[in-house]
């Protein structure tokens, strides 16, 4: 079975710094998915964020990046010019290859962070 | 942009009894999930539903737990005889395709006392 680890409970950063999110994730397939959404306090779930795993190139959105290291199995995301507005919790999810029949999202345990004005 | 709506925002509900959760996806996906979220975890995936009948389901999805999709806009999740540990936030969501991403609904906030 697919586990997505985020090891890292709580970060807080500085408005309009940088913050880097961790998350890995253990799977012996070779295509899938992998995604970052953002949960604010209303606790909707948003996607911030996606990336196919045969893309060698890192997914970017607006001021959210990722770096995915394929054969490190680590997938992180970067928020630069942190606003207030992004403290929330972001869970980092993995998602099969349609061709294995699955397509239930695995999510990590999430990650709290805090945006200090 | 469209949205997964999800009623009703809060339920209360006495042990014991049966509670629908209901989702409308948005109109143009085919796959359709429910989630669940006990307070202070993960989102831990229940079902997922293709073509009117369940496609997956994990352990937690026993036999009180029934989805279905009784018109062409609605997706509901029943549980037939709600327990404590029942209490959650549950969560909708849809996608195009199976390989696209879900579109969650803002959730069901389920307290059974």
């Known amino acids: 079975a697919q586990t997505v680890t985020q090891s890292q409970p709580e970060m807080s950063v500085q408005e309009a710094e940088t913050v880097t999110l961790s998350c890995t994730y253990d799977?012996?397939?070779?295509?899938?998915?992998l995604f970052w959404y953002k949960q604010p306090p209303s606790r909707q779930m948003i996607l911030v964020i996606r990336?196919?795993?045969?893309?060698?190139q890192n997914a970017t959105e607006n001021r959210f990046s990722v770096n995915f290291q394929k054969a490190a199995k680590s997938f992180s995301l970067k928020i630069s010019d942190s606003q207030l507005g992004d403290a929330a919790m972001y869970f980092c999810?993995?998602?099969?290859?349609?061709?294995?029949?699955?397509?239930?999202?695995?999510f990590g345990k999430g990650t709290k962070l805090s945006v200090i004005p | 942009e469209p949205e997964v709506t999800q009623t009703p925002s809060h339920q209360v509900t006495q042990m014991g009894q049966e509670v629908i959760l209901r989702c409308v996806p948005i109109?143009?996906?085919?796959?359709f999930y429910w989630y669940r979220q006990i307070l202070g975890q993960k989102v831990e995936f229940l079902v997922s539903?293709?073509?009117?009948?369940?496609?997956?389901k994990s352990e937690i999805f026993d036999d009180q737990f029934s989805v279905e999709r009784p018109d062409g806009s609605n997706f509901t999740l029943k549980i037939r005889s709600t327990k404590l540990e029942d209490s959650a936030m549950y969560f909708c969501?849809?996608?195009?395709?199976?390989?696209?991403?879900?579109?969650f609904g803002d959730g069901t906030r389920l307290s059974i006392l």
């Open positions: 969501a849809s996608s195009p395709q199976g390989d696209q991403p879900q579109h």
């Open positions: 799977t012996s397939e070779s295509d899938y998915y």
């Open positions: 990336q196919e795993a045969y893309k060698q």
């Open positions: 999810a993995y998602k099969g290859y349609s061709g294995a029949g699955s397509y239930q999202l695995t």
């Open positions: 109109s143009n996906h085919l796959y």
């Open positions: 539903f293709y073509n009117n009948e369940i496609s997956e």
